[in-house]
């Protein structure tokens, strides 16, 4: 059964390239970020795990923990780790790899992609993204085939946008970036957007005459 917005993590202990991991002992409180590979050595997600560890700095700075899944042993991942590195020189996988190569933990996530199997047969895991909050709720999921390579610059502007709804009680629109204008969410009422949000809100008319697009300026810049 697939995680569903606002389930709970679930609670697993896995072997990683760091070591156990307690996933909830993990989050402790952070926002984290949980993301799966297919499989070790393939080319697509030598450059995923790559970009993922160039941007290490921007998933610090935003306070969330990372971890990553792939269906392979951990000394498989550690060579691969060499490959992954050499390929995006910039990068640094400081980040742990669950090795997951039963596929127990990409069931219990329904993550498998059914389309794309290893040499026994067995389905490998989709490209699947989780981001918790502090409260190990599930905030957002993407998922993704084996075969197409995510953004993780549209990663880092969803977790922009969702620590902004956690924090300031905004939405973003359609395609917002980092320094746009924000949207007042629905359930706040005038008055309490008017205490909320020093720097005001403006409301856009609209034909129905209902006062419904309300935008405010990023609140915590
Ligand atoms: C890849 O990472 O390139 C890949 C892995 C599994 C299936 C297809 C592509």
Redesign the pocket.
């Known amino acids: 059964m697939a995680l569903k917005l606002g389930d709970l993590a679930p609670s697993f202990v896995a072997e990683t390239t760091q070591g156990e991991i307690d996933f909830h002992k993990y989050i402790d409180g952070s926002w984290a970020i949980l993301f799966s590979?297919?499989?070790d050595f393939?080319?697509?997600?030598?450059t995923?795990l790559g970009a993922v560890g160039k941007f290490m700095p921007e998933f610090e700075k935003r306070g969330v923990k990372v971890l990553a899944l792939s269906c392979n042993d951990v000394e498989s991942h550690k060579a691969w780790i060499k490959d992954i590195e050499s390929f995006t020189p910039e990068a640094q996988v400081s980040y742990p790899i669950i090795s997951d190569p039963k596929r127990d933990l990409a069931v219990q996530f329904g993550m498998l992609d059914p389309d794309?199997q290893d040499a026994a047969g067995i389905p490998?895991t989709a490209r699947a993204v989780y981001v918790f909050g502090p409260d190990k709720k599930l905030k957002l999921s993407i998922l993704y085939p084996?075969?197409t390579?995510r953004n993780f610059h549209e990663v880092l502007r969803v977790i922009d946008s969702l620590q902004l709804t956690a924090n300031h009680s905004v939405a973003t629109p359609v395609n917002w970036n980092a320094g746009d204008k924000c949207m007042v969410v629905p359930g706040l009422s005038n008055e309490a957007a008017a205490a909320k949000f020093p720097k005001g809100f403006e409301t856009i008319e609209v034909p129905s005459g209902k006062q419904y697009i309300r935008l405010t300026p990023q609140p915590n810049i």
């Open positions: 590979h297919p499989n393939t080319p697509v997600c030598t995923e794309e490998l084996a075969t390579g």
